[in-house]
């Protein structure tokens, strides 16, 4: 094999491994992405269900928590795949979001690796004091 041929094979090697290590890359930043928007809506549904005042009906808080879920979610592009709070004993908001990965090669090869990204986070909605009514 003459020196143009090596250097050829080794061109075709070299875009093929650059190829799947941006794919690799951009999905590990897609998971991690997701992770922190997880966690952050979870946050927000918990200060939204705290924040409603007090004697709020516990449907009502939930449909707030749900709302304020899904709003951080798409900010980043993102989906609710899963919203429940659970007002009972264990008072705490769980969350799924869903994203994908722009990728150039894996998504054609397996779908479900590029397109199926997932992170849950669970949250307890902080105690909020009501504030004092102003005295006349």
Do not use: C
């Amino acid at each position: 094999m003459s020196s143009f041929g090596k250097l050829v094979v080794l061109i075709v090697v070299l875009a093929i491994i650059g190829v799947f290590a941006h794919d690799g890359i951009e999905i590990a930043k897609a998971q991690k992405d997701v992770r922190n928007t997880a966690h952050a809506a979870a946050s927000d549904a918990a200060y939204a269900i705290a924040s409603a005042p007090v004697g709020t009906p516990a449907a009502v808080r939930d449909q707030a928590g749900a709302t304020a879920a899904a709003k951080e979610a798409a900010k980043s592009g993102d989906v609710v795949e899963t919203y429940n709070y659970d007002s009972g004993i264990a008072n705490t908001v769980h969350v799924t979001i869903g994203a994908s990965a722009d990728t150039w090669i894996v998504s054609h090869i397996d779908k479900k690796i590029a397109e199926d990204i997932k992170s849950s986070a669970s949250v307890t909605p902080p105690v909020v004091q009501p504030t004092p009514a102003a005295q006349p």
